[in-house]
């Protein structure tokens, strides 16, 4: 937990809604650096419906996930607040830095810098309106 990964599949739910099922399928991204924030067992399988009965004798029958086949994934985030994506276990490499976004940072701090040399400051040198 907490190590940081980059990642270059994804699992994404989809549905076929004419037979009723549901499975995950592996989609390429961009390579892309996150946080690994856990791990999930995700399942393909057929939807099925159920009995919901007449309402007079209480019978019901809820509906439920017909299990065909599991997925192991991780859990990554890109940023402390975004949803996790699935990740699959054979999706991602292991970074060496420390800072997902070491690069990207760097470069924004070394822009900012140059700007701020040209904004107008008072005679105390504080930034003025």
Request: proline share 5%; charged share 30%.
């Given at each position: 937990?907490?190590?940081?990964?980059?990642?270059?599949?994804?699992?994404?739910?989809?549905?076929?809604?004419?037979?009723?099922?549901?499975?995950?399928?592996?989609?390429?991204?961009?390579?892309?650096?996150?946080?690994?924030?856990?791990?999930?067992?995700?399942?393909?399988?057929?939807?099925?419906?159920?009995?919901?009965?007449?309402?007079?004798?209480?019978?019901?029958?809820?509906?439920?996930?017909?299990?065909e086949k599991s997925h192991r994934c991780m859990l990554v985030a890109f940023t402390p607040y975004s949803k996790p994506v699935h990740v699959p276990l054979d999706g991602f490499d292991e970074?060496?830095?420390?800072?997902?976004?070491?690069?990207?940072?760097?470069?924004?701090?070394?822009?900012?810098?140059?700007?701020?040399?040209?904004?107008?400051?008072?005679?105390?040198?504080?930034?003025?309106?």
């Open positions: 937990m907490g190590a940081i990964v980059t990642v270059l599949e994804t699992l994404e739910l989809e549905r076929s809604y004419n037979d009723h099922r549901r499975f995950w399928v592996r989609k390429a991204i961009e390579a892309r650096a996150g946080w690994l924030v856990g791990y999930r067992t995700v399942f393909d399988g057929t939807i099925e419906p159920g009995f919901r009965g007449d309402g007079l004798d209480g019978e019901y029958d809820p509906p439920y996930l017909k299990i970074l060496a830095t420390n800072e997902p976004h070491a690069g990207v940072l760097q470069k924004d701090r070394e822009l900012l810098s140059r700007e701020a040399k040209n904004w107008p400051r008072d005679a105390k040198g504080r930034f003025s309106k």
